[in-house]
């Protein structure tokens, strides 16, 4: 594959204080899906010539895609990866409509899903993986079982959880819950699932969570275009690519608000982006380049002073007016109070008797003086 100039795509970033950039492996020609691997490697799908999985090295990559070619027609367009727990690989061509699986003790991959086995045949566009975590309460039960983004529309548009062994499928939700269809799906570290929808009608995407049991939130409900979707495995603020406008990354604090850009300056389109296990390194796949972001994404959530509300947000966040009421008192505090105004209406009464005591004292002195002079003339 040609090899880009990989420094054309750092140096024009422009990133938050404290972050910096780097090229994991320039060469793919069209990286889309990331996976991150224990070991600090990569697979990444290329939905470009040469189409296929490749894993990425830092400065080196190998072609692992030929094993694909002995199960039928080759990739249309792979467009996500995802590494199971348990080894096994699997990867999403949307265009296709059919999800690849490589089982764990290795051998040649097949086809684990396709539009003959699904309950939306003419219209399985799978182009999102994820895995489910231990609180995602579904009624499937156990965790690690496959949740995938279908962009078939107009009503066969889905998010699918799926048994990893069996390929046992149910819909979590379809059709008009969704205003576009689902393009990339991920979980929060309290288990909670976010959608990226494409771009509808408007020209504007959606962020929405989607609960177990089918209920669509909405969470960014305007986005002025498309892309990855990654959360921080630690502070769970969602980060969300714009991929061919923008070629922006924003972000989002876990509790919602409103959206603010994370990383800008790229040059190329923008297609997935994933963090790493530590939650340390964010890699970014661009036009021929994997790029690795590193910094204190930690303390992101530290940064946002506006108050947040508990609800997800609106169009827009609005800071709640300072409060002009009284504290609120107790029995106790009540009585206190009382006893201070009963305490404080003695001392008033008392220097009013006082008060008269001295006048009258003052005018029955001034009496018997007065007697005085007259007794003297």
């Known amino acids: 594959p040609e090899v880009v100039d990989k420094e054309t795509d750092i140096v024009e970033l422009v990133l938050p204080t404290g972050f910096t950039a780097a090229s994991f492996y320039s060469g793919i020609p069209e990286p889309d899906g990331i996976a991150v691997r224990d070991d600090g490697s990569l697979l990444v799908v290329n939905e470009g010539e040469p189409q296929g999985v490749f894993l990425a090295k830092r400065g080196d990559m190998f072609n692992i895609s030929d094993a694909f070619s002995t199960i039928g027609p080759p990739f249309e367009s792979p467009d996500d990866i995802l590494l199971h727990p348990d080894g ?46 231990p609180k995602f309460h579904s009624p499937d039960g156990q965790s690690g079982k496959l949740i995938i983004a279908d962009n078939g529309f107009p009503d066969k548009m889905a998010v699918w959880i799926v048994d990893p062994s069996n390929g046992d499928i149910r819909a979590i939700a379809m059709g008009r819950v969704f205003s576009d269809g689902p393009l990339r799906v991920a979980f929060s ?57 923008a070629k922006e990354i924003w972000w989002v604090p876990a509790q919602g608000g409103e959206p603010s850009v994370f990383a800008s300056g790229f040059t190329k389109r923008l297609q997935d982006i994933e963090f790493a296990v530590d939650g340390q390194t964010l890699f970014v796949s661009v036009s021929g380049n994997v790029i690795e972001i590193t910094g204190p994404f930690h303390e992101l959530i530290s940064r946002v002073t506006a108050d ?7 169009d827009t966040v609005v800071e709640p007016p300072p409060t002009t009421s009284k504290p609120r008192l107790d ?47």
């Open 88 to 133: 096994a690989v699997f990867v999403a061509d949307g265009n296709a409509g059919v999800i690849f699986k490589i089982p764990a003790e290795g051998g040649l991959p097949s086809r684990f899903l396709d539009r003959g086995s699904v309950p939306a045949p003419n219209n399985f566009s799978p182009f999102g993986l994820a895995l489910s975590p």
């Open 308 to 314: 947040v509300p508990e609800a997800h947000p609106s």
């Open 331 to 377: 029995s106790s505090s009540i009585k206190k109070e009382e006893k201070k105004m009963e305490g404080g209406a003695t001392t008033i009464v008392v220097s009013l008797v006082l008060v008269l005591l001295l006048l009258i004292t003052g005018l029955y002195v001034t009496d018997i003086l007065a007697t005085r002079e007259r007794g003297r003339s």
């Open 189 to 245: 570290p309290n288990g909670e699932l976010f959608v990226y929808q494409n771009t509808g009608n408007d020209g504007m995407s959606r962020i929405v969570s989607l609960t177990a049991d089918g209920r669509v939130q909405p969470f960014v409900p305007n986005v002025p275009d498309r892309g990855g979707l990654t959360i921080h495995p630690l502070t769970g603020n969602v980060y969300f690519g714009l991929d061919q406008h």
